[in-house]
Nanobody, 127 residues
Framework: HVQLVESGGGSVQAGGSLRLSCAVS????????MGWFRQDPGKEREGVAT????????YYADSVKGRFAISQDAAKKTVFLQMNNLKLEDTAMYYC??????????????????????WGQGTQVTV
């Protein structure tokens, strides 16, 4: 049974930082691509950052380049999103998701939710 559990959201002032975590269980960790996504009510879910767990390649949306960093701790099967210099427009529900690496690992702006096999429950970030 695959499970993704996010944590680390909260409220922060503009310019502040937060680190989100996504703990993974139930599948062959290194064979997957994982990503962070966000969604405001009434808007499309958008890609923020992705990482290929087997090789470590990372990809970012233009809106977060230079401010956010995605990383992993393979031993703990956990993926992180370090968010620095947060802006009001970063406010959203943040989700992590996973899919087998052969389905690609780049970031797209408007995400088709079924394109990702597994989703976490989300964690709210308010700036």
């Amino acid at each position: 049974h695959v499970q993704l559990v996010e944590s680390g959201g909260g409220s922060v002032q503009a310019g502040g930082s937060l680190r989100l975590s996504c703990a993974v269980s139930g599948y062959s960790y290194s064979s997957y691509c994982m990503g962070w996504f966000r969604q405001d009510p009434g808007k499309e879910r958008e890609g923020v950052a992705t990482i290929y767990l087997g090789g470590g390649s990372t990809y970012y949306a233009d809106s977060v380049k230079g401010r956010f960093a995605i990383s992993q701790d393979a031993a703990k099967k956990t993926v992180f999103l370090q968010m620095n210099n947060l802006k009001l427009e970063d406010t959203a529900m943040y989700y992590c998701a996973a899919r087998f690496w052969t389905r690609g690992c780049t970031v797209v702006q408007n995400v088709h939710i079924p394109d990702w096999s597994y989703w976490g429950q989300g964690t709210q970030v308010t700036v």
